[in-house]
T-cell receptor, first 114, second 109 residues
Framework: DVKVTQSSRYLVKRTGEKVFLECVQDMDHENMFWYRQDPGLGLRLIYFSYDVKMKEKGDIPEGYSVSREKKERFSLILESASTNQTSMYLC?????????????FGPGTRLTVL | GNSVTQMEGPVTLSEEAFLTINCTYTATGYPSLFWYVQYPGEGLQLLLKATKADDKGSNKGFEATYRKETTSFHLEKGSVQVSDSAVYFCGGSQGNLIFGKGTKLSVKP
């Protein structure tokens, strides 16, 4: 079974802190994604990566950065956390190539910024 | 640009009722279409998919048919169960996956 794991299920941080959210997948997927999920807004793509050391901005990259130093790991970084970044963060991965390839999701990290 | 629109919830049904959740897409070509489900406290998991016109995806009693003429991919189930209570997301992909906003389904015994 494909497994996508995220480092924390729940996280509480203070405004201004630097926050790292980690995602690891074990199926050798090339593509990895970070989304945030908010009520009434659905899932919005923050950043994605087609392969190691590659990254592309999604729809809402402001206030975030990412790192993909190894194929299995994709990190989301909040350089200076703000209260409007309180949200559920979901990581996903998939094989590249065919557009019909499904994405596999991690369980999510619920981040609260105080 | 490309977009996916699905019916807003919440939807509340009694057990064994018929379910339809509408989903339409706007795209320059013909995307692959997906339905994902999110159970409480979990991430999203693929429910079913279709990659070309007239394809029917099915899983766990759920079905959806890719209708090119109406650009739709409506999710249906003939008899829902309490365990189907979840949030359902429609998605389309011609590269990156674009999601609808989700429809929360509650099934009462």
């Amino acid at each position: 079974d494909v497994k996508v794991t995220q480092s924390s299920r729940y996280l509480v941080k203070r405004t201004g802190e630097k926050v790292f959210l980690e995602c690891v997948q074990d199926m050798d997927h090339e593509n990895m994604f970070w989304y945030r999920q908010d009520p009434g807004l659905g899932l919005r793509l923050i950043y994605f990566s087609y392969d190691v050391k590659m990254k592309e901005k999604g729809d809402i990259p402001e206030g975030y950065s990412v790192s993909r130093e190894k194929k299995e790991r994709f990190s989301l970084i909040l350089e200076s956390a703000s209260t409007n970044q309180t949200s559920m963060y979901l990581c996903a991965s998939r094989f590249s190539g065919r557009r019909g390839n499904e994405q596999f999701f991690g369980p999510g990290t619920r981040l609260t910024v105080l | 640009g490309n977009s996916v629109t699905q019916m807003e919830g919440p939807v509340t049904l009694s057990e064994e009722a018929f379910l339809t959740i509408n989903c339409t897409y706007t795209a320059t070509g013909y995307p692959s279409l997906f339905w994902y489900v999110q159970y409480p406290g979990e991430g999203l998991q693929l429910l079913l998919k279709a990659t070309k016109a007239d394809d029917k995806g099915s899983n766990k009693g759920f079905e959806a048919t890719y209708r090119k003429e109406t650009t739709s991919f409506h999710l249906e189930k003939g008899s829902v169960q309490v365990s189907d209570s979840a949030v359902y997301f429609c998605g389309g992909s011609q590269g990156n996956l674009i999601f609808g906003k989700g429809t929360k389904l509650s099934v009462k015994p």
